[in-house]
């Protein structure tokens, strides 16, 4: 029978005996010791475990990413065009290679000329990391057409393109179009890492952006169960592609939103039976975020993203709101460096909380923010109970959490993050992640690398 099988000698909890676990249409029928069964995976006493939901992420912007070669890191030239060169062996002929994050330093300037050497049967284009100039290989300037051109194209003497192409975003997109971002990617990486489950977080998500995603969905490039935040309308589709979520509130300290506007989305969010979602990376956006909260009586359920700075003083608040935070931990990996660097110590104490929101009974999730933070939620386990930057600095040590509690932070469900946390349980939807070793053994080196196989709804999305 499709998708009947069986996962033997599984460790549910750590240290507990051995199960072997039955999956029958997309559900858990059965577990027990000794089932029979033809179709069998033997998981030799590893840990089997609901997947993991990113409760935080931006597709389209990760798959960009994922489509991109980023040569921000590169030192010279000879690395530069090994790494366009290995992007390009990965692609049809004829395709076309994007390349972001160039700077002069790594091969100096660059035109058609240097770019066909490099990669005459691509096309190629390069993006400065000012973001304002792109560069193009010979090939790739057929596809633009010929003169007259628009004055952000860089001509030679005799009136030729050089292949430099000056804040021509918007031209370039009417010549080569759009490309329909690859979504594959994305859910192979994501389905990868043990991950089942994501909360896109965009404001920018509209109908028609989520038609993309929910075609992907049911295609099974993104196999992920999906629930989509935006700013604005969306209807959930009848065979439920995706869930539509929060009400996104885009908060800027440098320009907070009128606090009629936002009585409006809130006011949206309600009638829409939606909760709302406030984007606060400092302390005033957190206080303006439950200020309006209270004021305009945000649904119940609704979040609190990233809470990069929490002060002590907001806890009470924000325990008697109800509010949920959603926050990042691989930030404290990746750019915890500057965080203690650029935040006055007195406020050391406030970032990337998680112990003393625990202690505070203020229910809490992690995700990823990819494409800005790291997408793999092994490594955000890992820094949340190591709370150490890049350079090996102690940040904020006093707000560590066992590596069960962080785990346990990606295993809440999609509608509920910080709420009950998701067993593998009789009845329970077949969302799974089996892991190459034991829980304890995986909680002492947290790794992506450790996912052995990944199912969603019992069907085998990856297989490591
Ligand atoms: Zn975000």
Not at 31 to 46: F, K, S, T, V, Y
Not at 265 to 286: D, M, P, Q, Y
Request: charge should be negative; include cysteine; aromatic fraction near 6%.
């Amino acid at each position: 029978m499709r998708n009947d099988f069986l996962i033997r000698n599984a460790e549910l909890q750590p240290g507990a005996q051995l199960c072997d676990v039955r999956v029958r249409d997309g559900r858990i029928v059965e577990i027990g010791r000794g089932l029979a069964g033809e179709q069998a995976i033997d998981a030799c006493g590893c840990a089997l475990i609901p997947g993991l939901a990113d409760h935080h992420v931006h597709v389209f912007a990760l798959a960009a990413r994922y489509a991109s070669v980023d040569v921000e890191g590169v030192t010279d030239g000879a690395a530069f065009a090994q790494s366009v060169r290995a992007a390009a062996a990965q692609c049809a002929d004829g395709a076309w290679v994007r390349v972001i994050g160039y700077h002069e330093r790594i091969a100096g300037p660059l035109s058609r000329n240097e770019l066909d050497v490099i990669s005459p049967r691509y096309k190629l284009r390069v993006q400065h990391q000012s973001g304002v100039l792109w560069m193009l290989n010979s090939l790739a300037l057929t596809e633009i057409g010929g003169a007259p051109f628009p004055e952000c194209v860089e001509v030679d003497d005799v009136g030729a393109p050089t292949g430099r192409i000056w804040r021509g975003d918007e031209w370039l997109r009417t010549r080569i179009g759009v490309e329909a971002p690859d979504l594959a990617k994305v859910g192979a990486r994501l389905a990868a890492l043990g991950v089942t489950a994501l909360t896109d977080a965009s404001v920018t998500t509209t109908e028609s952006a989520a038609k993309l995603l929910a075609d992907a969905h049911r295609q099974g490039a993104l196999p992920q169960r999906l629930r989509l935040m935006s700013g604005a309308e969306l209807t959930a589709p009848e065979d439920s592609a995706f869930q539509v979520g929060e009400v996104k509130l885009l908060l800027d300290e440098a320009r907070l939103p009128d606090v009629d506007e936002v009585a409006v989305k809130i006011a949206f969010a309600r009638a829409n039976g939606r909760a709302v979602a406030a984007h606060c990376v400092s302390a005033s956006e957190l206080a303006f975020a439950l200020a309006v909260f209270e004021a305009f009586d945000a649904p119940v359920g609704s979040r609190i993203e990233h809470g990069s700075v929490i002060p002590e003083s907001a806890l009470a608040q924000m325990r008697a709101r109800g509010v949920t935070v959603v926050t990042q931990p691989s930030l404290i990996h990746r750019r915890g460096d500057r965080y203690l660097d650029e935040t006055p110590a007195r406020e050391h104490a406030d970032l990337y909380r998680c112990a003393s929101l625990r202690a505070a009974r203020i229910p809490f999730a992690f995700s990823s923010d990819a494409p800005y933070g790291d997408p793999d939620p092994w490594i955000a386990i890992a820094a949340a109970t190591e709370r150490k930057t890049a350079s090996r600095r102690a940040f904020v040590p006093g707000e560590a959490i066992s590596g069960a509690t962080a785990l346990e932070a990606y295993l809440t469900p999609l509608d509920a993050p910080g709420g009950p946390v998701r067993q593998v349980a009789m009845g329970s939807v077949a969302d799974l992640c089996l892991l190459k070793t034991p829980m304890t053994e995986a909680l002492r080196r947290p790794s992506g690398e450790l996912v052995a196989a990944t199912l969603i709804g019992g069907a085998m999305v990856f297989r490591g």
